[in-house]
């Protein structure tokens, strides 16, 4: 088998799970535009109609989730391709991010060119974020010598990520509060930035981190995959919970800016509330993984659902100029988001065998991900609906409200009661502790 590094010794060297937790940074550079300053980047800048725009959202989305368990499945039979497959990823990727910022003139319509981008956009993400998991899933699940990985390796991942969060919610947010003619350029540096990221973060992967090992078993054929997925009791039994928790999270995330333009009036501040809501979340992630090595990973992640729902409960009651109640609900809520971003991958990977691929399982997660932000792009068509417009809050900042805050909460609600149901059956509660 061709391997992208020579396996390590017995124990992987400090640097190398760091290594592969840097790949995270450039995915959350890319992925946090695309799902928070898209829409309104197209709504006020392009002039695309709300309605109109959350229904090309909707359906970039929802064709892009149809994708994930075969490309997952186009993984786990990956040997020495592995490389071809990032390069391949990394440039579409790249190439799709800037294109969304510069659409063609007036002959060509800024919504076909947003759908087209926002497809190649979500594609090449997947290639890349779906490999990610199952590099590290192979890594702490399949070989001896990686064993007790699993929650540092998701702790360097979503740590990374969450830095390149921070970054992308404070620069393009400051770009876009900018003067309207200079966005595009400003922009284009942040892609090429980006770019940069991702060839050293790509080129740290292959050459520093953990070898890519081999898939456990064949990948088989995909009636055969799929089967095999049908009989994992345990991982059915995750995939409500993580779909009604991803949507409770992708729906305040596709109206934020809304949310703190028109209910909070406080657009210039909207930079300073993302870095703050990720900055909680990067400096909660580490004690979520220690608490996670103490009570286990399922109790960790309840009580992070929990603290969501305390923190966010009272946002839709905020209303002009409560600047910092809504900066004490982005502290509590991003801190709860550590337990979010960490736990799920841990809890799927401890529903494997040893010799179990794992790569269609994380396109599977991968797909209710994309399914929850496909179904959040419609509440524009609902507000639209309902009355709202943008910079227009008036007498529907009700609505905003409603559907930013209250609706999250009770989406919350019910993944934590899925979430109770689904632990009798889930692997043994002592697979849900790991160690360092």
């Not at 990956?78 to 990394?90: N, T």
């Not at 595009?184 to 292959?206: C, D, K, N, Q, T």
């Not at 995750?238 to 928790?245: G, I, M, Q, R, V």
């Not at 959040?376 to 809050?393: D, K, T, V």
Request: aromatic share 8%.
């Amino acid at each position: 088998m061709t391997t992208a590094t020579k396996p390590s010794d017995s124990q992987p060297r400090w640097w190398r799970l760091p290594a592969y937790g840097l790949l995270g940074l450039p995915l959350a550079m890319a992925a946090l535009p695309v799902y928070l300053q898209v829409a309104a980047y197209y709504s006020v800048l392009r002039g695309v109609g709300l309605a109109e725009l959350g229904w090309v959202l909707f359906a970039a989305r929802l064709l892009d989730t149809l994708q994930d368990p075969l490309q997952g499945h186009l993984i786990d039979g990956l040997r020495g391709g592995i490389k071809r497959w990032l390069a391949l990823g990394g440039a579409v990727l790249a190439l799709a991010f800037a294109g969304l910022w510069a659409p063609p003139g007036a002959g060509v319509s800024p919504t076909l060119w947003l759908g087209a981008m926002l497809v190649l956009a979500y594609s090449a993400h997947s290639m890349l974020n779906i490999a990610y998991l199952t590099w590290g899933a192979r890594l702490s699940g399949g070989a001896a010598q990686h064993g007790g990985a699993r929650l540092p390796a998701a702790a360097w991942r979503e740590g990374a990520g969450l830095a390149g969060m921070i970054i992308a919610s404070v620069i393009p947010a400051t770009i876009m509060s900018g003067a309207a003619d200079r966005i595009p350029a400003r922009m284009g540096l942040y892609s090429l930035a980006f770019a940069a990221l991702l060839l050293a973060a790509l080129l740290a992967l292959l050459k520093l981190a953990p070898a890519w090992p081999a898939a456990p078993q064949p990948a088989g054929d995909w009636r055969a995959t799929q089967r095999r997925m049908a009989a994992n009791r345990g991982f059915r039994r995750l995939l409500a919970p993580y779909f009604l928790n991803a949507c409770s999270v992708s729906l305040p995330a596709t109206l934020a800016l809304f949310f703190i333009g028109d209910q909070l009036r406080a657009a210039p501040l909207a930079g300073a509330f993302l870095g703050c809501y990720f900055i909680a979340a990067a400096c909660g992630l580490p004690l979520w993984t220690a608490l996670a090595r103490r009570i286990g990973v399922l109790p960790c992640w309840r009580l992070g659902m929990a603290l969501s729902i305390a923190s966010f409960a009272g946002a839709g009651l905020l209303g002009a100029g409560d600047v910092l109640p809504y900066f004490a609900v982005c502290v509590a809520a991003g801190a709860a988001l550590g337990a979010d971003l960490a736990m799920p991958p841990v809890l799927l990977a401890e529903t494997l065998a040893p010799d179990e691929a794992a790569g269609a399982y994380y396109g599977v997660l991968t797909l209710l991900g994309k399914l929850a932000l496909a179904l959040s792009g419609l509440a524009l068509p609902l507000l639209a609906a309902l009355g709202y417009r943008p910079g227009m809050a008036g007498a529907t900042g009700g609505a905003l409200a409603l559907v930013y805050a209250a609706l999250p909460c009770l989406l919350k609600l019910l993944a934590m009661a899925a979430l109770w149901r689904a632990a009798p059956t889930s692997v043994p509660a002592c697979r849900y502790r790991s160690t360092s």
